[in-house]
């Protein structure tokens, strides 16, 4: 069963899907004429589509609901004659009575479709019905019917709508996803109540739980017609399906005691009510949805210039993998070096990200995680490391910034990263021209400018549209711009793996050969309010950043100074192996060139030094527009 409501401004739509037709063929390859969809297309397409459904909806992560659907689902999925992919389920926290299915396996239902079936074979049943559209390659059909020209709302992912309220950007995004992939003809409809009533009778479930669950949605429309609009928008009507499955039936010979309900079933609906539902949208204060649009502006944008990342591979590549500091599902900074070989913990991929703006310039950082920093080898370099840390102790060498222990050589674990300035044109993030790329490499900045810049004295970096191409050394993880070169590849011993930005962060081990989809995750929600507590298993170093003073654009237009105080937060992660709290958030990285350049002013005050490092001309504005600065400040205390 699938399908959503159609958005009220479908001109809108349409336009919007259009705009991006070009950026979807291109990222997929696609050819003009006819179109042939393999299983990578359609996991691909799906897969984007997914991201943006999971970024935008609340999603129920409860492991038991989310494990007790997914077991019934796998279970039909053998019985498909489609078993050779992947698929993935997910609950979506809404009350509303509907389930949907993606290309490629992507299967979502509501929360209110569980609590409104009575017993596990209704739910069955459901799943059934969306496995069954995947089965028949339904969706691969509409995709070659619409010969690209209805897809890629999701080919740009958030980058879509700038200059447009963000929350309607959001919501006619995801309808147009939905319902671009579930408006399925009355053929494929009843192809997949067949195939669904076939997988039933296989599973040995009762097949006319189907019917029953339909006779039930029949009554809340009489009663409740609000609660079930999205899924009568985009399905035969329940007496019509009750006649086809009641046909298939029939031809199949009874079986006894045919399962109806279940234990689990009854667990899991209690356990469902237990969990608060998500907040509606229009029930959100007006701050609130000020908050939301400001977050989803700073994500289109970081979206648009998302680099494109070489990441070498050393003697132990898992090491190498990017993800997010709590890959291990904790916030301890003390055990990730040991966690980091335990291959039960995924290595999803992410890029930490935060988004300053000017009235001239977008300015947005990039952080890479590594949970180990091993050059000198795992072992040989971690002990090592601890000898030369016990030395440097022992001379009573104490420095906040931890610039004393440079001579370690391996140490717990690393964040390194980049500074994009892109000068803008206009109130759309996609028409800004890229102009600056700084990258971070062992404690230097590294200046670059693109490959077709007028300007001279600067390394050049290869560009692929908006996005740099930049390479992360093995080991060490430093950051540079990708040449492709002897010098670069000497020390991959086991090549290179890409990631790209797709808006879903993948597992880099289940994927040796790349390349790897990563997604983004703001620095501000994630990285950042742990450090203004101080001293915690996360952060292991503190230091006082007293008050830092910036320009903004006052409320008349003119410039005016702000000054914000920091005070003592935390500036190194806590890491016991090797070198002891070496790893530093963004605020902790510096030039050890410019000795007289304050801790933290290339995060808190990127076009201050842009214009110090290019002296670019007059028109580069370095006083920012105060939502993309002063939000992170207000009203928070850190603990001094």
Known sequence: MSGIHGYNNRRYVRALTCAVVLGLAAALGFAQGVIRVSDREEIEIGKRAAGEIEFDLPMIDDPII?????????????????SNIQYRFRIINSDEINAF????GFIYVHRGLIEAAENESQLAGVLAHE???IAARHHATQIKRSNIANLGLWSLGPVLGAGIKRTAVKQSSRVAIIGLFNKFSREDEREADRLAAKMLYDCNYDGRSLISFFDKLGAIEESKPQAIEQFFATHPQPEDRADNITDILETFP?????????????????????????????????????SED????????????????????GDEPRYDYITNFDFDK??????????????????????YYSVRETGTHYFVHYAAFHPRDYKGGNRRGRFLSEAIRRGVDALGRHDPTGRADEAVLAHENDLEGCLVVAQKKGDDPARARVVYVETLAHNKFLKYVPEDSPLAGFDAVKMQGRRPKLFIEPKGHGIEAWRDDEQQQKNCVNGVMI???????????????????????PIETTLWPRALQGLNPTYGLTHDYATILIDIVGPDGQTVEKDIVIGQIGSAFRGAIGGANLARPPWGWFDGTERDSPLGEWFFDPARTIKRHFNPGDDFSTAYIPESVLRWFNDQKPKQ
């Open 66 to 82: 989310t494990r007790y659907v997914t077991r019934i689902g796998l279970r039909l999925v053998r019985e498909s004659g489609r």
């Open 101 to 104: 299915a993606l290309p490629g």
């Open 131 to 133: 496995i069954g559209h």
């Open 254 to 290: 009874p079986k006894p005691n045919p399962v109806s309900d279940t234990r689990q079933f009854q667990q899991v609906k209690k356990r469902l009510s237990a969990i608060k539902p998500a907040a509606q949208p229009s029930s959100a204060s007006a701050a609130d949805e000020d």
């Open 294 to 313: 400001e977050d989803s502006r700073n994500r289109e944008i970081a979206a648009v210039f998302a680099p494109i990342f070489y990441q070498g591979l």
């Open 330 to 351: 904790d916030w301890r900074g003390d055990n990730n070096w040991n966690n980091a070989a335990n291959v039960a913990f995924p290595l999803n991929a992410w890029i």
């Open 499 to 521: 990631y790209t930005f797709t808006g879903a962060a993948e597992d880099s081990s289940k994927r040796p050969k790349g390349p790897t989809g990563y997604d983004l995750t």
